[in-house]
């Protein structure tokens, strides 16, 4: 059978770009808190699924079982703005969290209260939400370093790191009626 490429082109459909999306981060007070078009995030990633293996060794060999659900850390690359607003958030949920950098703790330090939540919606090309992934009990764990360079002519940016409990996902209305529910139903062994 021959090769056609407008055969191949046409079978693809609609891509998605990674350059569409938007994020929300926000923490349980909302004084650190910030709307999609306050926090500059250049770059993001979806959240990875994981399911640790479980070794088992028996008769001289080694089989995996199903595991827990693990979940890593959530990464965001931002761009820094001049006054360091974004920064300083963040650097204010972390001092919340556990402290000054000095170590001197008060007594609002250390209260769990002060983990959040995200999302990280992925957009179409008209505009519309497509799919999204809720973190939630979010907090802010490395606030990365901003590299200084006079051979440089780039904005500033760093990264920081989110640690979080679960994530759940969900898709648009428009998406939803296009899937087919294709997982797998499972019975109680009673009935």
Same mark, same amino acid.
């Given at each position: 059978m021959a090769f056609g490429v407008n055969e191949f082109k046409s079978n693809i459909g609609s891509l998605q770009r990674p350059s569409l999306f938007k994020i929300d981060i926000n923490d349980s007070e909302t004084s650190f808190s910030f709307a999609p078009?306050?926090? #500059?995030?250049? &770059?993001a990633a979806v959240p990875a699924s994981n399911i640790a293996a479980l070794p088992i060794n028996y008769a001289g060999r080694t089989y995996k079982l199903t595991g827990f659900r693990t979940y890593d850390t959530w990464t965001t690359t931002i761009i820094n703005d001049e006054d360091f607003g974004i920064r300083k958030k963040? +650097?204010?949920? +972390?001092? *919340?969290?556990? %402290?000054?950098?000095? $170590?001197? *703790?008060?007594?609002?330090? $250390? *209260?769990?209260?002060?983990? %959040?939540? /995200?999302? @990280?919606v992925l957009v179409s090309e008209t505009g519309t939400d497509k799919q999204s992934w809720n973190f939630v009990n979010l907090w802010p764990t490395e606030l990365g370093e901003i590299? #200084?360079?006079?051979?440089?002519?780039?904005?500033?940016?760093?990264?920081?790191?989110? &640690?979080?409990?679960?994530?759940?996902? $969900? @898709?648009?209305?428009?998406q939803k009626d296009n899937e @087919?529910?294709? /997982?797998?139903?499972?019975?109680?062994?009673? %009935?």
């Open positions: 078009d306050d926090i #500059l995030v250049k &770059a963040i +650097m204010n949920w +972390m001092y *919340r969290l556990s %402290g000054a950098a000095d $170590g001197v *703790r008060n007594s609002v330090s $250390g *209260r769990s209260s002060t983990v %959040g939540s /995200a999302s @990280v590299a #200084l360079d006079w051979s440089s002519d780039a904005v500033e940016e760093y990264t920081c790191t989110w &640690a979080y409990d679960y994530w759940t996902h $969900g @898709v648009s209305l428009e @087919v529910d294709d /997982a797998p139903t499972f019975t109680s062994p009673s %009935g």
